[in-house]
């Protein structure tokens, strides 16, 4: 557990030393900033309109703003964890820093843990980024937390998982852009599979919607909380360090 | 203190090494010698546990390195051909982060990185970042990164390479001052390197073991024929190369004489005496009473290459020998 924690440590350090960490923060920073400004604006504008029209129904902001709001966090994710994840090995392999972290008395285990917790401490700092925009509506008026804080519960996950996937390809390569390539499309891919479920009904289609990570983050969004996703990305997560873990071993057979 | 047994490694189809076996005693330093692709880094990478064996065992400081890696990890100090350093880490943090990968304890952290520091001569760069460092320095960081946790065996591959001749001196004081309180293996392809430092050598080939001796004996073995470099120049105007070198050959014990070039009215020779002489008095002799300005006379360093073919034809004329 401590060198879980050391390497964890580490994993920071570097993240902040170098200029990945600001870039990701400010990134997010302006395009979220931007998301929130328009959403926000349009929930405006439609209020206004809908007084107008002597609407009796207050629109809801939870609805209105923070759900949108958080789908689009989901997808900027997609676009930052390739970033996030690619030097997680592929730059240990390309220093030759795994032959450190390969003869120090840690198991594998213990490497991988503390390299993808790292790496979602990061997002989960960007998320929080994120946040302080929608803390901004608690000053004007009285959304409900509760639905906020089970829609970045999902974020976390989600983010987990693709940083789990981008460990596993970050273990086959020692070329950094390579590994967000790679990572970028299979994010991309696991998102747009769901597509084919709006015309689809048959079994190919199902699988293939339910393998794609987005679709179960619309529970989330929406503030409920469903084992059922929860448990897919636990599993997704499991699978995505189990594959690291196993390609790591095999560095040592093939190296 | 380590013990390999019949240890192979085999990449795909090529065979890294193939079936070697020594020991080495605590508090030794042993040069592990080998052009490159000898195995001598894949060997280093098994004792290490970086990378397992195909076949046979290795035992170091008493545990078994395929099944005990964690033991065998939290007595053995590293250093790669390449340093594996976090270049954008200062000095002090990465070896706070080695230290603690290494098991050293919360409140003897401080204390073991000021000795590292002490003893690989590298305090005053402690606060630098270890990208900007020059390579002299980033090789004594390494170092110190391997010895921070005070490990039994040392392990250092190539500790020398890239280095100037100041820095490989000060590494090799270094590497001597470490000796006493670890044993020590190093490979190197240089053959000074061997000679300065180490007490025994381990000359491996193609995968497979040359020879195991003490360094005297190694260096015997190696002086059966003796081979100088001469440089003279004529007294009065420049010197007939052609026939100098007749000359020269005249001279009693010397077996071959090659010239090597002509320039500025000098010319450089390179003698060989017929095996089991010894020359250098009977040349300097020659080249006086031939009236030639000596400029130069020294023995010939040995390259390893030569070393190499000597070992392996040995061993082939003890084999046919019927000795084993």
Known sequence: ?255 | MIKVEGLSKRYGRTLAVDNISFEVQKGQIVGFLGPNGAGKTTTMRILTCFLPPTAGAAQVAGYDVVNQPLEVKKRVGYLPENPPLYTELDVESYLAFVGKLKGIRRADLKARIDLACERCAIEEARKTIIGKLSKGYRQRVGLAQAIIHNPDVLVLDEPTSGLDPKQIIETRTLIKKLAGDHTIILSTHILPAVEQVCERVIVINKGKLVTIDSLENLMQRMRGAEVLLLTVEGRDGPLDAAQAQRRLEQVAGVARVALQETANGRAAFEIQSSPGRSIHTEVARAVLEAGWQLQELRPAARNLEEVFLELTAEQKETRSGGDQ
């Open chain 1, 1 to 255: 557990m401590r060198n879980v924690w050391t390497i964890w440590r580490k994993e920071l350090k570097i993240y902040f030393v170098s200029p990945i960490a600001y870039h990701l923060l400010a990134f997010t920073a302006v395009v979220f900033g931007f998301f929130f400004t328009v959403a926000t604006a349009i929930f405006v504008s439609r209020g206004m309109q809908s007084m107008r029209m002597g609407s009796m129904m207050p629109m809801d902001v939870n609805e209105w703003v923070i759900r949108p709001l958080l789908m689009n966090i989901s997808v900027i994710g997609l676009f930052v964890t390739p970033m996030i994840s690619m030097r997680l090995f592929a730059e240990e392999k390309f220093a030759g820093t795994i032959e450190l972290l390969m003869t120090s008395p840690v198991r594998d285990l213990e490497v991988i843990l503390g390299k993808w917790l790292g790496a979602l401490t990061l997002y989960a700092s960007l998320l929080g980024v994120s946040a302080v925009n929608l803390g901004l509506l608690f000053f004007y008026g009285r959304p409900d937390w509760k639905p906020i804080l089970v829609g970045y519960l999902g974020l976390l996950l989600q983010g987990g998982c693709l940083l789990a996937i981008g460990a596993f390809i970050s273990t086959t390569t020692r070329n950094q852009i390579v590994a967000a390539l790679i990572t970028f499309d299979l994010c991309l891919l696991l998102w747009v599979f769901d597509w084919v479920s709006s015309y689809e009904t048959a079994a190919w289609a199902r699988v293939m919607s339910y393998v794609s990570v987005l679709t179960h983050f619309e529970a989330f969004s929406k503030g409920v909380l469903d084992s059922k996703d929860v448990v897919f990305y636990l599993s997704f997560i499991f699978l995505g360090l189990f594959l690291t873990g196993r390609s790591l071993e095999s560095l040592r057979w093939r190296a």
